[in-house]
């Protein structure tokens, strides 16, 4: 097999040896036996049933950080807005669903109009700074992917695999939705860009991941940057943040990581205006 040119990331790189693909071609040419029907005659990289097993759970770890890093960079994309928010909250005049959450839609508002401002500004970066980033789902999430695309830019959404709520809202930029079987690597991903993180009302998954980019600030071990919850008297209602700074749990200063915001505008000039450590 004679050596060729390739293309990777619109630059040529010259090849000695035969990729990936083409080895799979090859192995498929072989003549049937009983060897090569075999499971063990597989390419590794080619047998999902290998790709599956238990212990290559590292493996799977690995390839599900790599290949959303990998899309982003050939993307250019170099900051993000993270976006967190219950999949539940309705859109203005749609279905509730369920009683009371109808009193929450004034927040998809809100959380569309907060992406369409700051994908105003990603548009001008080329779509490489700013870019709108949520977890692909209904509620809040439609709502950020939604703003981006009538601001005629980019969104990125970052799913996963759950029995409910788990398809990608039909706003997100295709080129840009991503599907994630462990919650740890997209909590990665969701963090690694962000430049700022609104936090709009929500449940369990909403504060799971609240609380965790508090830690990470909190700790020391994220840089600080802008993270900002929609709606005071939600969040002053579930939770007891002085409660926590009476009790010593956690320190009076730590109540600083964070500001409440009731409208987009708002959200923003915080962004534009928060102090810099």
Same mark, same amino acid.
């Given at each position: 097999?004679?050596?060729?040119?390739?293309?990777?990331?619109?630059?040529?790189?010259?090849?000695?040896?035969?990729? /990936?693909?083409? +080895?799979?071609? @090859?192995?498929?040419? #072989?003549?049937?036996?009983?060897?090569? =029907?075999?499971? $063990?005659? %597989?390419?590794?990289?080619?047998?999902?049933?290998?790709?599956?097993?238990?212990?290559?759970?590292?493996?799977?770890?690995?390839?599900?950080?790599?290949?959303?890093?990998?899309?982003?960079?050939?993307?250019?994309?170099?900051?993000?807005?993270?976006?967190?928010?219950?999949?539940?909250?309705?859109?203005?005049?749609?279905?509730?669903?369920? /009683?009371?959450? +109808?009193?929450? @839609?004034?927040?998809? #508002?809100?959380?569309?109009?907060?992406? =369409?401002?700051? $994908?105003? %500004?990603?548009?001008?970066?080329?779509?490489?700074?700013?870019?709108?980033?949520?977890?692909?789902?209904?509620?809040?999430?439609?709502?950020?992917?939604?703003?981006?695309?009538?601001?005629?830019?980019?969104?990125?959404?970052?799913?996963?695999?759950?029995?409910?709520?788990?398809?990608?809202?039909?706003?997100?930029?295709?080129?840009?939705?991503?599907?994630?079987?462990?919650? @740890?690597?997209?909590?990665?991903?969701?963090?690694?860009?962000? =430049?700022?993180? $609104?936090?709009?009302?929500?449940?369990?998954?909403?504060?799971?991941?609240?609380?965790?980019?508090?830690?990470?600030?909190?700790?020391?071990?994220?840089?600080?940057?802008?993270?900002?919850?929609?709606?005071?008297?939600?969040?002053?209602?579930?939770?007891?943040?002085?409660?926590?700074?009476?009790?010593?749990?956690?320190?009076?200063?730590?109540?600083?990581?964070?500001?409440?915001?009731?409208?987009?505008?708002?959200?923003?000039?915080?962004?534009?205006?928060?102090?810099?450590?």
């Amino acid at each position: 097999m004679q050596a060729k040119d390739i293309t990777m990331n619109d630059k040529p790189r010259f090849r000695r040896f035969p990729d /990936a693909e083409e +080895d799979v071609r @090859a192995w498929h040419q #072989v003549p049937d036996t009983p060897q090569t =029907r075999s499971p $063990t005659y %597989r390419l590794a990289f080619d047998d999902l049933d290998f790709l599956k097993r238990d212990e290559l759970r590292p493996v799977r770890l690995q390839l599900e950080l790599l290949k959303t890093e990998m899309v982003l960079t050939e993307r250019e994309i170099t900051s993000t807005v993270v976006m967190f928010g219950g999949a539940r909250i309705p859109s203005p005049g749609s279905p509730a669903g369920k /009683a009371g959450l +109808d009193k929450l @839609a004034p927040y998809y #508002v809100q959380a569309k109009e907060f992406a =369409r401002l700051m $994908t105003v %500004r990603s548009v001008t970066s080329g779509n490489r700074e700013n870019v709108i980033c949520t977890g692909g789902g209904p509620g809040v999430m439609e709502a950020g992917n939604r703003g981006a695309a009538e601001a005629g830019g980019t969104s990125i959404g970052l799913n996963i695999v759950l029995p409910h709520e788990q398809a990608p809202n039909g706003w997100v930029t295709p080129e840009l939705a991503f599907n994630f079987h462990y919650f @740890a690597i997209r909590k990665m991903h969701f963090l690694m860009r962000a =430049r700022a993180i $609104t936090i709009f009302p929500g449940g369990f998954g909403t504060l799971d991941e609240m609380f965790e980019s508090l830690t990470l600030i909190q700790t020391q071990r994220m840089n600080p940057i802008p993270i900002l919850l929609f709606g005071r008297e939600f969040w002053e209602t579930v939770i007891n943040w002085d409660a926590l700074a009476e009790a010593g749990t956690i320190s009076p200063e730590d109540l600083n990581l964070f500001r409440y915001v009731e409208t987009a505008d708002e959200a923003v000039e915080w962004i534009d205006n928060w102090p810099v450590a």
